[in-house]
């Protein structure tokens, strides 16, 4: 069965980046469009960035100019390179494909913004 795995979650100062990756032990990445989505405490899991497999990307508009999401197909990997970040961008963040399947939820990383 295929499992995604997030990596590279921290501790960040306001202003500071991250660089999230995603893996996946199958080759799903050249099937689906793929997602990040991120759940804060207290609020419903969001999408933050999608990407197709021809590479178009999408954004939310809190996130936008400030997060891009990019992918190798070939090596199964999804990033998502967070630049500026802000307090209210801690969450842990979770790559799945869009829609999300249930059965593609990992663990998710963590990510905290704060000084």
């Known amino acids: 069965q295929v499992q995604l795995v997030e990596s590279g979650g921290g501790l960040v100062q306001p202003g500071g980046s991250l660089r999230l990756s995603c893996a996946a032990s199958?080759?799903?990445?050249?099937?689906?469009?793929m997602g990040w989505y991120r759940q804060a405490p207290g609020k419903q899991r969001e999408v933050v960035a999608t990407?197709?497999?021809?590479?178009?990307?999408n954004y939310a508009d809190s996130v936008k100019g400030r997060f891009t999401v990019s992918r190798d197909n070939a090596k199964n990997t999804v990033v998502l390179q967070m630049n500026s970040l802000k307090p209210e961008d801690t969450a842990v963040y979770y790559c799945?494909?869009?829609?999300?399947?249930?059965?593609?939820w990992g663990q998710g990383t963590q990510v905290t913004v704060s000084t």
């Open positions: 199958g080759s799903i990445f050249s099937i689906y469009i």
């Open positions: 990407i197709t497999r021809g590479g178009n990307t």
């Open positions: 799945n494909t869009v829609p999300s399947q249930t059965r593609y």
